[in-house]
């Protein structure tokens, strides 16, 4: 349904996003760079709920990500820069939108970086406990 593209740089992580109400499935591809990407189950009745997968992706390979609906996601940039492509399953709707704090304790993702670089959309997202 729509294409996006991201640049980020060394050390910003994004994150963690979803959709709340629209489902809406992506492919992330890593055109350029490496990055550590991070899927959150956030399927309510799900028996991983809140339980977290993370893998690196590059341009190198793998290269690509499936995200079903009913997932957060969220990444961070290992190398000086990286390129990403969604290729998304509906139109972005800014008022649909939701986050989970990157650092929130419950989840407990390990990210390989120790001061990264957010923006203030992103550290004011909820906790899992809040959805």
Known sequence: MQENHSRSAKNVLRGLHFTRNKPQSQIVTVMRGRIFDVVVDIRKGST?????????????????????????????????????????SERYDPQDEGGLLWNDEVIGIIWPVS???????????CKLIEI
């Open 115 to 125: 001061d990264p670089i957010t923006s203030l959309r992103d550290l004011r997202h």
């Open 48 to 88: 991983t709920f809140g339980k977290w997968f993370g893998t690196e992706l590059s341009e190198d390979g793998p290269s690509q990500l499936y995200m079903p609906h009913g997932f957060a996601h969220g990444f961070c940039v290992l190398s000086d820069w990286a390129d990403l492509h969604y290729m998304v």
